[in-house]
């Protein structure tokens, strides 16, 4: 988990685009847990969530 945070820093544009989700959220799959983020600036990434087999929606109604 900690490898695929790095690299989602590193290359955060690697990862597809989750606008199904959120508007500007990019999702990273690693095993059974996706990882929602969101690039902020130049040398900002922001991990909204990390979910492991759950609806999406029904966390991240409050962000």
Do not use: C
């Not at 955060?12 to 095993?31: L, M, N, W």
């Amino acid at each position: 988990m900690f490898e695929r945070i790095e690299q989602i820093t590193t290359h955060p544009y690697r990862y597809p685009k989750a606008t199904d989700i959120r508007q500007g959220y990019r999702k990273s799959v690693i095993a059974n847990e996706t990882i929602y983020y969101r690039i902020a600036g130049k040398d900002t990434v922001e991990i909204m969530a990390v979910l492991r087999r759950q609806n999406i929606r029904d966390n991240l109604d409050g962000q």
